[in-house]
C-alpha cells in the first residue's frame, strides 16, 4: 500500500481565497483524521471520520473549515476565505480502528501558506 | 480533555539510552498512554502505547508509575536516526461511545550527538 496520500505537498495562496486539501486514506481503513501543526499549538485534531462519517469536529476552528468524505476512499478539507493565521501544516491520518493501541498512519502533510 | 506536558527539548548521545519523562497528572482511568514520534519534515509514527503495565516492543519500552499520572519513554540505545520530536499522547474516549481520540502535547525534541 502507498500509505496515506495528500495533495497538495505545498500551497502558497493569498488572504480571502479558497484552498482545498485532499487526502487519501489507507486502503480497508474505516476511520481518517484531519489535524493541523503549527509551532506555537503542536499538533492539534481538527475533526475526524468513522465509515466517511463525521465523529468529533470539536476541533473545527470556525465556520470557516470545512470537511468532507464524500466515499471511503477521498476526503477533502477546505477553508474558505482563507487567513494568515491558518498557515500552518495540514496532516491526514487514518486507522482501522480507534481502541486502545490503535495505531495511526500520517501521511507526508500538506504545507500550507497564506500571504 | 486530559493534558500531558513534556521537557521542550533533550540532549543525547549516541548508542546511551534516552529516557523521555511525561506527566499526565489528570489521566482518567479509560485513557491509554500512547507515544508518537515525528522525524525532520515527516508526520507523526507511532512508537508504543500501555495502559497501566510496563511495556516493550523492538523500538523502545514504555514504563508507567504506579499511579498512571507519569510515565517515561525508554530508548535503549540511541542512533542518530532517532533525532526526532517524541509526543506523548493519551488516547481518550469520545462521548459515550467506543471510540477514542489522540490528545497531543508539544512533544520533546531529541537531539542525538554523534
Known amino acids: 500500500d502507498a500509505g496515506v496520500i495528500q495533495s497538495p505537498r505545498h500551497e502558497v495562496t493569498e488572504m480571502g481565497q479558497e484552498v482545498t486539501l485532499r487526502c487519501k486514506p489507507i486502503?480497508?481503513?474505516?476511520?481518517l483524521f484531519w489535524y493541523r501543526q503549527t509551532m506555537m499549538r503542536g499538533l492539534e485534531l481538527l475533526i475526524y471520520f468513522n465509515n466517511n462519517v463525521p465523529i468529533d469536529d470539536s476541533g473545527m476552528p470556525e465556520d470557516r473549515f470545512s470537511a468532507k468524505m464524500p466515499n471511503a476512499s477521498f476526503s477533502t478539507l477546505k477553508i474558505q476565505p482563507s487567513e494568515p493565521r491558518d498557515s500552518a501544516v495540514y496532516f491526514c491520518?487514518?486507522?482501522?480502528?480507534?481502541?486502545?493501541?490503535?495505531?495511526?498512519?500520517f501521511g507526508p502533510g500538506t504545507r500550507l501558506t497564506v500571504l | 480533555d486530559a493534558k500531558t506536558t513534556q521537557p521542550n527539548s533533550m540532549e543525547s548521545n549516541e548508542e546511551e539510552p534516552v529516557h523521555l519523562p511525561c506527566n499526565h497528572s489528570?489521566?482518567?482511568?479509560?485513557?491509554?498512554i500512547h507515544w508518537y514520534r515525528q522525524l525532520p519534515s515527516q508526520g507523526p509514527e507511532y512508537v508504543i502505547h500501555?495502559?497501566?503495565?510496563?511495556v516493550n516492543n523492538r523500538m523502545a519500552s514504555l514504563a508507567i508509575a504506579e499511579d498512571r499520572k507519569s510515565s517515561t519513554l525508554i530508548l535503549h540505545r540511541a542512533t542518530l536516526r532517532d533525532a526526532a520530536v517524541y509526543y506523548c499522547?493519551?488516547?481518550?474516549?469520545?462521548?459515550?461511545?467506543?471510540?477514542?481520540?489522540?490528545?497531543w502535547g508539544l512533544g520533546t525534541s531529541l537531539a542525538v550527538n554523534p
Open positions: 486502503s480497508g481503513h474505516d476511520y
Open positions: 500501555g495502559l497501566t503495565s510496563n
Open positions: 491520518a487514518s486507522s482501522g480502528w480507534t481502541g486502545p493501541g490503535s495505531e495511526q498512519f
Open positions: 489528570t489521566i482518567s482511568g479509560t485513557d491509554y
Open positions: 499522547i493519551l488516547s481518550s474516549l469520545v462521548n459515550a461511545g467506543n471510540n477514542r481520540k489522540l490528545i
